[in-house]
């Protein structure tokens, strides 16, 4: 099965710019989606296809993808973006799966 | 503005079978553009996708869960089901129902935990 690794955690000044690794074997021939969870609540998506936006989240947050790594940034870090942040793929080679990452928990110093 | 919400008992002894439903609002769960999924997380861990189903009740599940997981559909009551037999205490988690559109999750329910313990 297919197998997305991330930093389990990353820290990082408030206004400084954090950076989001998922890697995976060629995940660049896929497409990445990331998604915010913060303490008690369910997961938010904040970037969709690699790089593009679903309304409402801020242009801080962006997305690249490629080789064997995708890339979550988030631009002039603030305190609400503490939270845990899971990349995730479809695998349409098993079982249509739903691949999340492990996880990366970001912390605003 | 669509809305999920799972339903079921919190509270679930091992080797039986775990039940949720995940009741549909603000949308049709027979919308031909999406897919119904459920994902779980244990407790301090990460997120799990469990399996997928469409109105028609055609269903993916994940490979590692299969032998043990059923999803279905009930359109008539706008909402999907599902069925986790044979539980340890490792299935001890929140569980979420999420619109599936397909190959994200794009709207999802606000979680139940569920506990397996005698």
């Known amino acids: 099965s297919y197998v997305l690794t991330q930093p389990p955690s990353v820290s990082v000044a408030p206004g400084q710019t954090a950076r989001i690794t998922c890697g995976g074997n060629?995940?660049?021939?896929?497409?990445v989606h990331w998604y915010q969870q913060k303490p008690g609540q369910a997961p938010v998506l904040v970037v969709y296809?690699?790089?593009d936006r679903p309304s409402g989240i801020p242009e801080r947050f962006s997305g690249s993808n490629s080789g064997n790594t995708a890339t979550l940034t988030i631009s002039r870090v603030e305190a609400g973006d503490e939270a845990d942040y899971y990349c995730?793929?479809?695998?349409?080679?098993?079982?249509?799966?739903?691949?999340f990452g492990t996880g990366t928990k970001v912390t605003v110093l | 503005q669509l809305q999920l919400q799972e339903s079921g008992p919190g509270l679930v002894k091992p080797s039986e079978t775990l039940s949720l439903t995940c009741t549909v609002s603000?949308?049709?769960?027979?919308?031909?553009?999406?897919?119904w999924g459920w994902i779980r997380q244990p407790p301090g861990k990460g997120l799990e996708w469990i399996g997928s189903?469409?109105?028609?009740?055609?269903?993916y599940y994940n490979p590692s869960l299969k032998s043990r997981v059923t999803i279905s559909v009930d359109t008539s009551k706008n909402q999907f089901s599902l069925k986790l037999s044979s539980v340890t205490a490792a299935d001890t988690a929140v569980y979420y129902c999420?619109?599936?559109?397909?190959?994200?999750?794009?709207?999802w329910g606000q979680g139940t935990l569920v506990t397996v313990s005698s």
């Open positions: 999420a619109r599936v559109a397909p190959r994200l999750c794009d709207y």
């Open positions: 603000g949308g049709s769960i027979s919308s031909s553009s999406y897919y």
């Open positions: 189903i469409y109105y028609s009740g055609s269903t």
């Open positions: 060629n995940i660049g021939s896929k497409s």
């Open positions: 296809d690699d790089s």
């Open positions: 995730q793929v479809w695998d349409s080679s098993s079982d249509h799966s739903l691949v």
